[in-house]
């Protein structure tokens, strides 16, 4: 009769269970859960609790909750009360940039140096009074973490050096951003986030669903050398969202992706696939799009590609040899052939010995969305020249990036407005790029002639 007349109370249950069960709570409910009643109140206040959110909102260290003499519960109140709204954004992008500083720092530091401090809420607030348009929320959120770079070379976002053509992007800094924001039509409501010196080449930010573009949408832009109208803008598309576009940029820095080469991040990617081995010789290949100078009217689609051959150490020293000749066969996404030989590679003659690695960068252009390129090395033995033999260079892909054509365009053919006519001239078996091809598309011509396939 006793036990039956007992009432069940939180105040009878022993404490762990309870504090089991409210570990499986979000912050929110373990929030909601303090306003029930005394006992849950002070259980909710479980310094461990609030110690998992810190480290999951928050990534927030041992050391730095010493520093701050807090409780994780305080701690979380702390970051709470400044970065709230940015709560599903923070950790996220708070680790990208950890990992990207330290490995940077070990690598090319006064990179680092030229990172800003986090901008204020009410400075990104007035920007976005000035332009009129609102911020993504994950813009916002990594501008208060560091609000850019300092205008320097190189820039963060990633280098690229081809014969006498140059390229290396700063994260701008918001101010600047602001100063740049389009109103034109054809790029209405697009934020600059990039921009490089030598080609004034920028990535941008349509903060805005309009003109065929998607809000948070990442892209250079790339005027339609076709259209009589000046509005008809094509896309390269970098990125969804500038979560997307920053976490996967820093992971292929850190994973090292992206090669870091005289203090610069390289935007080289390399297939791990793309390495083929010859006795004692290998050949890797790394390759890269270069956007500005490519276009989607006229189809013009420009790569370069970065190859090493490698000398193995435990070669002999009579395995020394010397390159020769180049032999490449291109294969285009048509199905398309074209073979190219020549003496040498961007005229060199390299001497490979037991260790010894030679590295070098050329280009290739052409007019489908994809090509793909194997060939081999003629070498001789520098002790016995008559022995003659070849190296194989492994196949491998290029493909143009995911593009969006102009709204303007799509407007036209409905309409029936005719463009220009364009003649491909790709099919051409030429060692080297026409200049003038590069002035037919309204482009600056490098002051010398880009090596084709060698």
């Known amino acids: 009769m006793m036990a039956a007349a007992m009432v069940l109370s939180l105040d009878n249950l022993p404490s762990d269970p309870l504090l089991l069960i409210l570990s499986f709570l979000d912050f929110r409910d373990l929030m909601s859960c303090s306003f029930v009643n005394r006992r849950l109140n002070e259980l909710s206040g479980h310094n461990p609790l609030w110690k998992r959110h810190c480290l999951?909102?928050?990534?927030?260290?041992?050391?730095?909750?010493?520093?701050?003499?807090?409780?994780?519960?305080?701690?979380?109140?702390?970051?709470?009360?400044?970065l709230g709204r940015y709560i599903d954004h923070y950790s996220t992008l708070k680790k990208a940039w950890d990992d990207l500083k330290a490995y940077l720092a070990q690598r090319c530091p006064r990179m680092i140096e030229s990172l800003k401090e986090g901008a204020k809420e009410e400075e990104l607030d007035a920007i976005e009074a000035q332009i009129g348009?609102?911020?993504?929320?994950?813009?916002?959120?990594?501008?208060?973490?560091?609000?850019?770079?300092?205008?320097?070379?190189?820039?963060?976002?990633?280098?690229?050096?081809?014969?006498?053509?140059?390229?290396?992007?700063?994260?701008?800094?918001?101010?600047?951003?602001?100063?740049?924001?389009?109103?034109?039509?054809?790029?209405?409501?697009?934020?600059?986030?990039?921009?490089?010196?030598?080609?004034?080449?920028?990535?941008?930010?349509?903060?805005?669903?309009?003109?065929?573009?998607?809000?948070?949408?990442?892209?250079?832009?790339?005027?339609?050398?076709?259209?009589?109208?000046?509005?008809a803008i094509d896309m390269f598309i970098t990125g969804s969202s500038f979560t997307e576009w920053f976490t996967s940029y820093v992971h292929n820095v850190v994973t090292g992706e992206y090669p870091i080469i005289r203090d610069q991040i390289f935007r080289y990617v390399h297939d791990k696939q793309c390495v083929a081995t010859t006795g004692d010789i290998t050949v890797s290949v790394s390759t890269s799009f270069l956007p500005e100078l490519s276009s989607v009217h006229p189809p013009h689609f420009f790569f370069t590609y970065r190859i090493r051959i490698e000398m193995s150490k435990s070669a002999l020293p009579e395995s020394a040899c010397q390159l020769d000749s180049r032999y490449w066969k291109i294969t285009n996404a048509n199905g398309n052939v074209e073979e190219v030989r020549g003496p040498g590679v961007v005229g060199e003659f390299p001497v490979m010995t037991p260790g010894k690695v030679h590295e070098y960068a050329s280009c290739t252009t052409f007019s489908t969305t994809s090509e793909y390129m194997e060939g081999h090395y003629t070498f001789h033995r520098l002790s016995k020249k008559e022995e003659v033999f070849d190296v194989r260079i492994p196949r491998f892909h290029m493909v143009c990036p995911t593009f969006r054509e102009s709204v303007v365009r799509s407007q036209n053919a409905v309409n029936n407005v005719s463009v220009a006519p364009f003649h491909d001239d790709n099919s051409s078996d030429t060692d080297e790029y026409d200049e003038g091809e590069l002035r037919g598309m309204n482009m600056a011509a490098p002051a010398g002639r880009c090596p084709r396939h060698i």
């Not at 927030?60 to 409780?71: D, L, N, P, R, W």
């Not at 305080?74 to 709470?80: E, G, H, Q, V």
Request: overall charge neutral; glycine content about 8%.
């Open 56 to 82: 999951k909102y928050w990534p927030v260290t041992e050391s730095e909750k010493t520093q701050k003499g807090q409780t994780w519960k305080d701690l979380f109140r702390w970051y709470y009360v400044d």
């Open 133 to 231: 348009c609102k911020l993504p929320s994950d813009y916002r959120c990594s501008y208060r973490i560091h609000n850019g770079q300092k205008l320097v070379v190189p820039g963060l976002m990633g280098s690229m050096a081809l014969s006498n053509h140059y390229r290396s992007e700063d994260l701008l800094d918001i101010e600047t951003a602001a100063g740049g924001f389009q109103q034109r039509k054809g790029m209405r409501q697009c934020l600059p986030l990039t921009f490089c010196f030598h080609t004034g080449l920028s990535q941008y930010l349509a903060l805005e669903s309009t003109e065929g573009r998607t809000r948070s949408e990442i892209f250079y832009h790339c005027p339609d050398q076709m259209a009589q109208d000046p509005s």
